[in-house]
Structure formats: structure tokens, C-alpha cells
């Protein structure tokens, strides 16, 4: 998917909703709709853009609607409103249903807050779930959060918060944006989303890994449109996930706990889950990420906004991707130099001496012999071409030497069985490669000497 050149917008901020706010229109008790299920008393907030309701006996999420289209983003067939979900183990599970005791209240800077307690397990007699959500004073946004207290000795996998089990069918032209690698989007996402005997589907896409994006957008091309996103900072460990059955379609961000059979008495995740509405198409969608992500630290302090890098790379031209060897790699970036009359720059894989993708770490020496990689590196540049060199930064091949002779083994992410975790990169030759656990000196002190080795020794760019 791709990001938009970044605009100047007035900074959001959160609605505080205090004092004699609490009795304005914008937090109200209202007979609900009548859909086909239910008649239900709603508790809702708003803000000018978007207007939320929960049922006030159980906390339900019946309605998200875009004040300026009139588009309710929560299906009116629904009696499924639970806005969270716990996983215990592999099997067990834990709703809003499975509370004997529900209340909600208004306060000083959140729009409303819902917990839910009393669920009779033994294990964890005093488990309470509150969840808070507030609106952005200025964007048709939403904020949602999530304290899960006394767990006691009972195991948490995973919390899937927030949640939209049915979203309502915006008819024609619906579009599902999902910003996977460089962007998927799936037109008639409802029959996207059903097995091959018209049964229940879901995807489930993970952040760090396939996502570029915290966010996914599903709405009617050039109408209404409903984003889901994650304000995380920090890369916690995440999925957002969609399924359905060829009719519905549901929605929910799924936090993955770290090593989850260790007891925790509580959890809260240092992120909020962010729900809206907008009009547009996935450009739209984009565009509201970049609103936040520009503001944040990797943005601000980055090395390019602090002048940190070369300046041969931001002088660049046009990028090259290639691999090879050099005569197939340079050769014709330096043809393309001379006939653009600017700056070329390559991104080069299999320079290495190693088999492709079933080799990692064994880059060196490069598949040309150090001596002609430097030689041909260096006429490269002095003919203003550019060249920075592919390696993995996680992956370890198992079946190569230095995996047994340097032990890498235990430094490799594991599987809750403590057996090794496998990827298999190259999908032709299904050689298994182990992810290393990048926060170990161990894996850094290998990955650096190699860095070394290539940028001081052999000169390459980057």
C-alpha cells in the first residue's frame, strides 16, 4: 500500500469528557433502534463525526455510525455485539456473557467506561474486565483500552480487543484494504471470506511481519468507510484479523501475549485499538495512518529528518533491485547511469557465495571472489552508482556448518515445546532456517562482524 507525501494537519487529541460535559448531549442514555433481534437502551457517545452505542445491560457494541454519512458501521441484524473476547488456554474462552455482574460510568477523561466481573472461576475469583473508550475531539475516532485485573493463577493466550463481530453490509462495491507487504485489496471481501463449502473463513495478518501498517480499512469504494487500527509506539506483537461466512463480516485486534502459561495477575496493553469511520477508499485509510505515524518518534528523529545519512542516499535517483552476480548486477546499473545522467543506487541479493535463501549467515565470500567483488564495486562507484548488499537479520539456516560449529542453537527462537522454531524461505528448496532472538549479544556480535566485514573491509555502501 502505498503512503502518501505527508500533509499538514492540526494535531488530534482526545475528547475530555468532565464535569458538566457528562450531562450534555454528547454522553446520553436513548431508547435503542429496533432491528429484528432487539429493543435495547443505549449508552452513547459522540462527538460531532462519530457516534458510538453499547447496550446498557451488558456492555454490547450495537452501534459505530458516521455522523456526516449516517452510515452505522455495526450490522442491524446483530445480536452479537461482544466487544472483547479472552483466549484461557487452546480451548477456553471468555466473554461479556460470562459475566454474573455489569456496570458502566461516565469520568473525567474517557467517554464511557464498561467492566464486567463475577465470572465464577475458581482459579480467578476476583478476574474484572474494564474497558474505557474515548473520542478524538476533532476526528471521527475512537480510542479503546482494556484492564484485565486478578488472573490469579489462571493462563491468559491471547485478548482479542476491540471487537466487531458483524459489520454492517454497505451494498455495492465493498472493499476490503489490507496494507500486507506493499497493500492487498480484495473487492466483494464477504465472498472472499467463506471455505469452499460456502462455511466460516478467517485471515489473520501479524504486526511486526506481513503488515507495513497497524490499520486495515473496509468500506464502499468512493463512500463510507470503517478503519481499524493500533496505536502502538513499541511493535508489541499483534494480529488484526477478519473473518466471515460469505455474509458477514467481523472484525478484531488480537493481542498475543508473551509466554502466556507464565501466571500474570493482570494485563493492559500500553497501546490503544483505535476504531473510526472516513470517506474514501484505502488512499483515505493511508492517509489517516500517516496523521499519526509521521507525529511519532521514528518519524521525528529519524535519521533522514536529522540529516544522519549519506548524502549519496538522498541524493539517489532511482533505486535498482537486483541479484546476481556483479557483471549482471553493476554492469547495467552502470548503463542506466550514463543514460539518465543521475544518481543509480542498487539493492543487491545473492551477492553472497551461499545458495539463495538456504544459506544464511554464510554470506561470505561473495559469489565473484572478494577480490572482483571489491574491484567491481569500486568502478561501480566511481561511475556514481551505488550499491547496498541483502542480508537477513534473523534467520540462521540450520543445515549449514556454522549452525553446529558456532551453537547456534541456543539462541534461536524456540516453540513452547522448547523445539526450534522453523521458517523455510525459499519455496522451492524448503531448507529449514531457524529466526535467531535478536535481543541476544550473541546473534548481535555475529550479525556485526559480518556488517563489519562487507562496509569496512569490501567497501560497500550500506
Known amino acids: 500500500m502505498t503512503i502518501l507525501p505527508p500533509k499538514a494537519r492540526v494535531p488530534r487529541s482526545r475528547l475530555l469528557l468532565a464535569g458538566v460535559f457528562v450531562l450534555s448531549p454528547l454522553v446520553s442514555c436513548t431508547q435503542s433502534r429496533t432491528d429484528e433481534h432487539a429493543t435495547a437502551e443505549l449508552v452513547r457517545i459522540e462527538n460531532g463525526y462519530v457516534q458510538i452505542g453499547f447496550d446498557r445491560e451488558s456492555g454490547r457494541l450495537l452501534e459505530l455510525r458516521d455522523l456526516t454519512t449516517g452510515q452505522d458501521f455495526v450490522s442491524t441484524v446483530s445480536d452479537d455485539g461482544t466487544p472483547w473476547r479472552l483466549d484461557l488456554d487452546t480451548t477456553a474462552r471468555l466473554t461479556p456473557a460470562d459475566a454474573g455482574n455489569f456496570r458502566w460510568e461516565t469520568s473525567g477523561d474517557v467517554g464511557v467506561r464498561h467492566t464486567w466481573s463475577d465470572f465464577g472461576i475458581q482459579t480467578a475469583p476476583d478476574l474484572r474486565v474494564t474497558v474505557s473508550v474515548s473520542l478524538h475531539q476533532d476526528e471521527p475516532l475512537s480510542e479503546w483500552d482494556i484492564d484485565i485485573e486478578g488472573l490469579g493463577q ?23 484494504a489490507v496494507p500486507r507487504f506493499m497493500g492487498q485489496l480484495a473487492e466483494d471481501p464477504r465472498s472472499l471470506f467463506s471455505d469452499a463449502e460456502g462455511g466460516r473463513s478467517r485471515r489473520a495478518w501479524s504486526y511486526p511481519g506481513e503488515l507495513a501498517l497497524q490499520a486495515i480499512a473496509f468500506y464502499q469504494d468512493g463512500g463510507s468507510g470503517f478503519y481499524a487500527a493500533a496505536d502502538d509506539t513499541a511493535s508489541y506483537r499483534k494480529a488484526l484479523a477478519v473473518w466471515g461466512d460469505g455474509h458477514d463480516l467481523g472484525y478484531e485486534l488480537v493481542h498475543l501475549l508473551e509466554n502466556p502459561a507464565a501466571p500474570r495477575d493482570s494485563y493492559a496493553p500500553f497501546f490503544s485499538g483505535i476504531l473510526g469511520t472516513f470517506q474514501g477508499d484505502w488512499i483515505t485509510a493511508a492517509e489517516r495512518y500517516r496523521d499519526w505515524a509521521t507525529r511519532q518518534a521514528w518519524a521525528r528523529e529519524s535519521r533522514l529528518r536529522t540529516g544522519r545519512v549519506p548524502e549519496w542516499l538522498a541524493d539517489t535517483g532511482i533505486w535498482l533491485w537486483n541479484r546476481g552476480r556483479a557483471e549482471g548486477v553493476l554492469t547495467p546499473a552502470v548503463a542506466l547511469r550514463r543514460a539518465l545522467g543521475l544518481p543509480v543506487s542498487v539493492q543487491w541479493h545473492w551477492w553472497h557465495g551461499g545458495p539463495y535463501d538456504t544459506s544464511f549467515p554464510e554470506y561470505l565470500p561473495p559469489r565473484d571472489g572478494v577480490n572482483a567483488f571489491v574491484a567491481a564495486l569500486r568502478r561501480a562507484q566511481a561511475e556514481g552508482v551505488r550499491a547496498i548488499v541483502y542480508m537477513n537479520q534473523r534467520l540462521w539456516c540450520t543445515n549449514t556448518r556454522s549452525w553446529a560449529e558456532e551453537g547456534a542453537e541456543p539462541y534461536a527462537v524456540k516453540n513452547r515445546d522448547g523445539s526450534v522454531r522453523i521458517a523455510r524461505p525459499n519455496a522451492f528448496d524448503r531448507q529449514p532456517c531457524a529466526p535467531m ?25 550500506g
Open 154 to 176: 489462571t493462563a491468559l493466550e491471547s485478548v482479542r480487543f476491540p471487537r466487531v463481530p458483524r459489520l454492517a453490509n454497505l451494498g455495492a462495491d465493498e472493499r476490503l
Open 437 to 461: 532472538c535478536i535481543t541476544q549479544s550473541f546473534w548481535h556480535d555475529k550479525y556485526a562482524g559480518l556488517s563489519e566485514t562487507v562496509v569496512n573491509d569490501y567497501g560497500v555502501d
